[in-house]
């Protein structure tokens, strides 16, 4: 794991001072909210409907036992005994005060967190792969990369006022769990005919009002160019970009309206110019970077654990959890686990500072200190042995931690919603808990098998429903709350945006909609092998929707 | 003209707060002071503006309410949210909204 060096350090300190000098100023009169917003901005906190809220970045989604256990003192000490995790791999607070802001960002300094670059329009916390240097189909650890662009873009002068925020994902492995398609850009490490290591870039791509898949602008830039490429990306956009329309000003509308062809002779112009300047990536420093993401220290292992087995045979629950959230290692003899914070009728998400310390606890003990956030809102514990996988699960159930429904109905990617975001215009969390009960029934979510469900709250589509395989937005009728339902959303490889079935629905009939969507696919699908998306691409919207409204 | 209402967040918590009948910001919904005419507005406004000035509350607006038998009421979801908070249990029910 990535660890600060002196630039680090002082950077995160200077800015802890800055910003606590800020909030005396605001308390005190000196800046009046219309100066002080911007500054807040900066450093993660947003006011919400009911309270401020601060955003926490994991770069990446990779943090230790030691932030995890900040993390539950400051939700312990500071806010009321939780945290949220949010689809960009970061930890949310619900109800900080101002006051404590400063105090909690000296904590959180103290483990070697920040809340920068979590908002405003710069460059935000760059995502990835939540199995990144565990998965078995992993040609690269996506980490390293990660990092370097942590290192490039934070504070960067050029791209500190973009003309909107600018998000990077990074996969490094064949099937992408980062989402690097819906992305202002995206980068997948890929092998070459040579068999040279670089990334594919894809541009453009992005929720919000306009739902758009990235485009490829380039099909192999050689990994050394990383920085000169995404400066030259960046650059393009930041020039041309449209700043008279907040709601046109991503660079996903700027590749659709230019179009991708002319993006590209645009951005490989610049990047010719700039290439072989300090921006080409030393490999010195690569391999600098990359010695803080080298493997742990793995036993040698056989392939399958005999306890392992064991305990699988005797105990159907743990059985039935490992059959959904555990999840093959690179290494013989190791697992990944995932933590699924989707419990029945809870919010999703959501994390008491007790959890957060079982979780630490076990990560320390069993998972080589190594804890991941995912952008569906679940934990992840990386390098898991298999003999030591039941020992994991007795104390994630002891502590309401091993709900196991991880790609079923009831492990939703849910966004706040009305209930805490001052832009929503539904909730979303009391469908999602709806929802959740409906289906609670494990058996009957393993037999509809795998079905990626989100929700967000307004069309700015923080809950990922355009990419979810059944998609629910929440909208506004004359002060009612009514969902949208959307089917055929991807965000892998294949990623798709989902199509609108029909006219929305009552607050009090979504539940029984989404049932309904659900019924439909279990009669015509082609056997339980068949998905619940590949049964719709199949058979197309029409049976759904003649179905649904009849 | 419609019943209105003025609310705003309190600058040091965030919490949702209404100027009540008392002269004060208060998180009591149902204290709101209620105006029904451009001069009770105008009053309202002033008020916010003062308190903004002296750095007790931010993001003050006048709300649309209607009055029944049991007092005022919100108009939006929204509006009724802020009024009683959230409506879920947060932190996996382990402790209650509000």
Redesign the interface.
């Given at each position: 794991m990535y660890r600060y060096d002196e630039f680090d350090y002082d950077f995160v300190q200077q800015r802890v001072a800055q910003f606590g000098d800020q909030v005396e100023r605001?308390?005190?009169?000196d800046l009046t909210?219309d100066q002080f917003k911007p500054l807040r901005l900066m450093n993660g906190l947003y006011?919400?409907?009911?309270?401020?809220m601060l955003r926490v970045a994991i770069p990446y989604g990779t943090f230790n036992a030691a932030q995890m256990r900040k993390m539950a003192h400051i939700a312990r000490k500071y806010d009321?005994?939780?945290g949220?995790f949010t689809t960009r791999q970061n930890l949310q607070y619900?109800w900080p005060?101002?006051?404590d802001v400063p105090e909690i960002l000296k904590e959180l300094a103290e483990v070697e967190m920040h809340a920068i670059q979590t908002s405003g329009n710069c460059i935000r916390n760059t995502t990835s792969d939540q199995y990144a240097g565990a998965a078995a189909d992993e040609i690269e650890d996506p980490r390293v990369y990660c990092e370097i662009i942590r290192q490039w873009s934070s504070l960067h002068p050029e791209f500190t006022f973009l003309p909107r925020k600018f998000k990077v994902a990074v996969t490094g492995a064949t099937t992408d769990r980062a989402a690097i398609r819906v992305h202002d850009i995206g980068l997948a490490i890929v092998k070459n005919d040579k068999g040279e290591v670089g990334f594919e870039v894809h541009v453009g791509g992005g929720q919000g009002r306009t739902p758009m898949i990235g485009k490829v602008v380039r099909e192999f830039l050689p990994k050394e160019h990383l920085l000169s490429y995404l400066e030259a990306v960046l650059r393009v956009y930041n020039q041309i970009g449209r700043r008279d329309n907040k709601y046109k000003a991503r660079i996903k509308i700027l590749v659709h309206e230019t179009g991708i062809d002319e993006i590209r002779r645009l951005v490989e112009a610049e990047w010719e110019r700039i290439k072989d300047t300090a921006l080409k990536l030393p490999l010195e420093e690569v391999d600098r970077i990359n010695e803080y993401f080298s493997p742990p220290s793995f036993e040698t292992l056989d392939a399958t654990s005999r306890l392992f087995e064991i305990k699988r045979f005797e105990h159907r629950d743990f059985a039935t959890w490992v059959r959904a959230n555990v999840v093959a290692h690179k290494q013989a003899g190791y697992a990944i686990a995932n933590i699924s914070l989707k419990?029945e009728?809870?919010?999703p998400g959501?994390?008491?500072d007790?959890?957060m310390e079982v979780v630490a606890d076990l990560a320390e003990k069993y998972s080589f200190d190594e804890i991941r956030a995912t952008h569906e809102q679940n934990l992840v514990l990386p390098h898991v042995k298999q003999e030591d996988l039941y020992e994991v699960f007795s104390g994630l159930k002891a502590a309401?931690l091993a709900t196991a429904n991880l790609g079923l109905i009831s492990d939703m990617i849910v966004c706040p919603g009305?209930?805490?975001c001052a832009l929503?215009?539904?909730?979303s969390?009391?469908v999602a808990?709806a929802i959740s009960k409906r289906f609670s029934d494990i058996e009957r979510q393993h037999d509809i098998g795998e079905l990626k469900l989100k929700i967000s709250g307004c069309i700015n589509a923080c809950g990922h429903h355009h990419v979810g395989h059944i998609g629910i937005l929440g909208v506004d009728r004359k002060?009612?709350?009514y969902y949208q339902i959307t089917l055929g959303g991807n965000a892998n490889e294949n990623a798709a945006i989902g199509k609108i079935i029909g006219p929305s629905f009552a607050y009090d009939k979504i539940v029984d909609a989404v049932e309904s969507v659900v019924n439909i696919y279990l009669e015509l699908r082609n056997g339980a092998e068949e998905s619940f998306l590949e049964a719709y691409n199949r058979v197309g919207m029409a049976p759904f929707k003649e179905k649904l409204y009849a | 003209m419609a019943l209105q209402i003025m609310t705003a967040n309190r600058l040091l918590g965030g919490e949702v707060v209404y100027f009540s009948e008392n002269a004060e910001w208060t998180g009591d919904f149902s204290a709101a002071k209620t105006v029904d005419d451009s001069d009770g507005a105008a009053v309202l406004l002033d008020e916010a503006e003062k308190a903004e000035a002296n750095q007790l509350i931010v993001g003050p607006y006048l709300v649309k309410v209607e009055r029944d038998e049991t007092g005022i009421r919100t108009l939006s979801v929204k509006e009724g949210i802020r009024a009683k908070g959230p409506t879920v249990h947060y932190g996996h029910g382990l402790r209650q909204a509000g």
């Open positions: 605001r308390i005190e009169g909210e006011l919400q409907l009911h309270a401020y009321r005994g939780y949220h619900n005060v101002l006051k419990p009728g809870e919010a959501d994390i008491t007790d959890q309401g009305l209930d805490y929503a215009n539904a909730r969390i009391p808990q002060g009612e709350e | -």
